[in-house]
DNA sequence: CCCACGACCTGCTGGC
DNA sequence: TGCCAGCAGGTCGTGG
């Protein structure tokens, strides 16, 4: 489901909500997700108390007082449910995880694909655990510099949008952000890494203020992105190409285009983003 | 090594 | 109305 400025604001939605909650019950009604909830899970986190949530590139890292932390993912449709005290809350379907904490709140676990997961790693285990060792820099941080950009997209040769969508590269970029921010820098998303270089200064900064802007909005909400009260974010309404096939540009009025690239929907325009050997016809 | 693709899942939409 | 193909914000393992 969400790409940084999703995650993020669920991560200020959690801590804002749990921080300094104990966990007193904890119930898993589906084990199989991305990575299996371990069966020792409720016996680990039973007890703890949830000392902040933080992340890593599109991980929540949910700080216990023990020597664990709870590290989650949302995949494409996982999301997490605070039930105040007050609430009596009905069960739905694809609620995997449940705690309940010792002041009657509630934090559910809930995601139908389940693409996403959550699972205990020792504190001392995160920075080297198999998941995160190999993520690149966070966008909104001083390492990912327009600089560090040029370098990584002169080495490789595979289409600009997939390399911007690497987490090797920089985390965070998602199918939605990708598209946006090379409409924002005018280029086309089939052209090789290494051509766009030139032009990552702008692809830069284009890269930081849609994220920028999309965390200002709370993220943004297609089918089933929910921030932690059940509302949804409101940066889908500034979308310049994303889901907007045969829609005109914002800029020039042209129709967007949607093509596919490894297996993932592309919208671009093809006029405010063109690339010299992608304007002809298909070759038959 | 680098890159593209299929697999992993469920749910929703649009066309017939 | 019902069915089926196609599509969905991510990531990983494989194979060319």
Redesign the pocket.
């Known amino acids: 489901?969400?790409?940084l400025p999703?995650v993020e604001t669920v991560r200020r939605g959690l801590d804002t909500h749990i921080r300094g909650e104990i966990i007193v019950s904890v119930r898993v009604a589906n084990r199989?997700l991305?990575q299996p909830v371990p069966k020792e899970f409720e016996k680990r986190i039973l007890g703890q108390k949830i000392e902040a949530v933080s992340r890593r590139?599109?991980?929540l890292v949910i700080q216990l007082s023990g020597d664990d932390v709870l590290l989650s993912?949302?995949?494409?449709?996982g999301c997490f449910k605070v039930i105040p005290e007050t609430e009596q809350y009905t069960p739905v379907?694809?609620d995997h995880v449940w705690l309940c904490f010792e002041s009657g709140k509630q934090l559910i676990y809930n995601d139908?694909?389940?693409?996403g997961m959550i699972l205990p790693v020792k504190k001392l285990d995160l920075a080297q655990h198999?998941?995160l060792e190999?993520l690149g820099p966070e966008p909104l941080e001083p390492a990912f510099s327009p600089l560090y950009l040029k370098r990584m997209l002169e080495?490789?040769?595979?289409?600009v949008k997939?390399?911007i969508?690497?987490?090797e590269l920089v985390?965070g970029?998602?199918?939605?952000?990708?598209c946006e921010a090379l409409f924002k820098t005018g280029l086309n998303p089939r052209m090789?890494?290494?051509e766009a270089a030139s032009k990552a200064k702008k692809l830069h900064a284009a890269i930081v203020a849609v994220l920028r802007d999309a965390l200002a909005s709370g993220?943004?909400?297609?089918?089933?992105?929910y921030n932690i009260e059940g509302k949804t974010?409101y940066f889908q309404h500034h979308f310049a190409v994303?889901?907007r096939e045969n829609a005109p540009c914002t800029a020039c009025a042209t129709e967007i285009v949607?093509i596919?690239?490894?297996?993932?929907?592309t919208f671009f325009c093809p006029r405010c983003q063109k690339w010299p050997q992608v304007t002809g016809r298909a070759k038959k």
């Open positions: 489901m969400p790409e999703e199989t991305r590139a599109k991980y993912h949302l995949g494409m449709s379907a694809h139908p694909r389940r693409f198999a998941l190999h080495a490789r040769k595979a289409p997939a390399a969508m690497d987490q985390v970029v998602g199918n939605i952000y990708a090789p890494a290494c993220g943004s909400s297609l089918k089933d992105f974010g994303y889901g949607r596919t690239q490894s297996g993932r929907s």
